[in-house]
């Protein structure tokens, strides 16, 4: 978020006014955003956060939302299992784009509170090789690695959406973008939210 400006927030409260930035405010509603690339400073924070909510209370929600393209699958590894193992059930919401990664956390929300706004993209393919070089022999380490994580994260897909295998590398060789509809269909959300009706005037 380098560069961008973060609204302040004022609560009144018993003891006067007490100012946040707009992201502390959210958490204590426990709001947690996942804007941007996923990369290791952001999950250090989601996952920061997702610990800190679950040791205030074990039992209430955490709500995610997320926008965001993707990134490093190590460190989106970070933030699935942190998830995966807090007491406390984590909700998921799409904001905008779901891609790669920001898919991965997305279908990983509690079953029955995965969630897209209705004009959300939701975007996968199969893990990319980045900076491949070097020998022969690197080549071939990097290769399993990738093979590896591909095979991992179909497990993961499969797990959460009930898609065969069969399917999920078929789809997700390539470039496969879906409409909220579409990835409710595929498993990866449960619900499109709708827009709430405006009050007549």
């Known amino acids: 978020m380098s560069g961008l400006i973060v609204p302040t927030v004022l609560e009144t409260t018993g003891r006067g006014e007490r100012a946040y930035d707009i992201y502390s405010r959210l958490l204590k509603d426990r709001i947690v955003m996942v804007n941007g690339p996923i990369e290791d400073t952001l999950a250090n924070l989601v996952v920061a956060q997702l610990l800190y909510l679950a040791a205030e209370d074990s039992k209430r929600e955490i ?100 898609q065969s295998l069969e399917r999920i590398r078929h789809d ?14 595929f498993g990866i959300i449960d619900e499109v939210l709708t827009f709430a009706e405006k009050p007549q005037e």
């Open 172 to 185: 997700f060789d390539r470039d496969y973008y879906m409409s909220a509809k579409e990835a409710k269909e």
């Open 63 to 162: 709500n995610m939302y997320i926008n965001s393209p993707g990134g490093s699958i190590y460190a989106g590894l970070g933030i699935y299992d942190t998830m995966r193992v807090l007491p406390c059930p984590v909700a998921t919401t799409c904001v905008g784009f779901s891609a790669s990664f920001g898919t991965i956390l997305l279908l990983a929300g509690e079953k029955g509170k995965r969630y897209a706004m209705p004009h959300s993209r939701i975007h996968m393919h199969q893990p990319l090789q980045n900076g491949g070089g070097g020998q022969a022999s690197d080549i071939e380490i990097q290769a399993r690695e990738i093979v590896h994580l591909r095979d991992e994260l179909h497990g993961i897909i499969h797990q959460h959406t009930g």
